[in-house]
């Protein structure tokens, strides 16, 4: 499913990531470990296509990431970072409804979403705004969302969920 050829990534002289190579299968879960500093949040970076490597490639089902169309990739593949901030005064179920961009339905996914956030257990922030949620309240909210963005109650095409530490700020 993905594939790291060669990836290195520098900023100046400094490299953040050197020659990594990793294959992850459909149905596999991998998890990276490491010391502060030790380029994980980088390397996840690069494996999502927010970052492009300084050296090698990322394959995502065998084709470059470079080649994929951002909202046939979005639609496979979702992000959780460490942490969101939404500047702006939406619902907790308006943020869930935002990972349903990509398939342009989400006027007709509240169901989903909403069952989304039932499974992350922040059901009861539906109308809340999210400049008022804790910091593990947001993430619970945007684990909920990525969920969505990959049709996590649909069997079918694979697809990648990347996390980047899901569980800081957690209460």
């Not at 990793?22 to 502060?36: R, S």
């Amino acid at each position: 499913m993905i594939r790291a050829e060669g990836l290195s990534f520098r900023v100046g002289e400094k490299s953040l990531v050197a020659s990594a190579h990793m294959e992850v299968t459909e149905g596999e879960m991998v998890a990276l470990l490491g010391p502060n500093g030790a380029g994980k949040s980088t390397l996840l970076k690069l494996l999502c296509g927010q970052y492009s490597p300084s050296e090698g490639r990322v394959l995502f089902e065998n084709k470059p990431l470079a080649e994929w169309e951002p909202r046939e990739l979005a639609r496979r593949r979702a992000v959780l970072p460490q942490s969101s901030t939404v500047p702006f005064d939406f619902t907790a179920l308006e943020i869930v409804l935002l990972g349903r961009s990509p398939h342009g339905d989400a006027s007709r996914c509240e169901d989903m979403a909403r069952e989304a956030m039932a499974q992350t257990e922040c059901a009861h922030l539906g109308e809340r705004i999210v400049t008022t949620l804790s910091g593990g309240e947001m993430q619970r909210v945007q684990l909920a969302r990525v969920l969505v963005q990959i049709d996590f109650a649909v069997q079918g095409s694979p697809r990648c969920l990347m996390l980047d530490e899901p569980i800081s700020n957690l209460d």
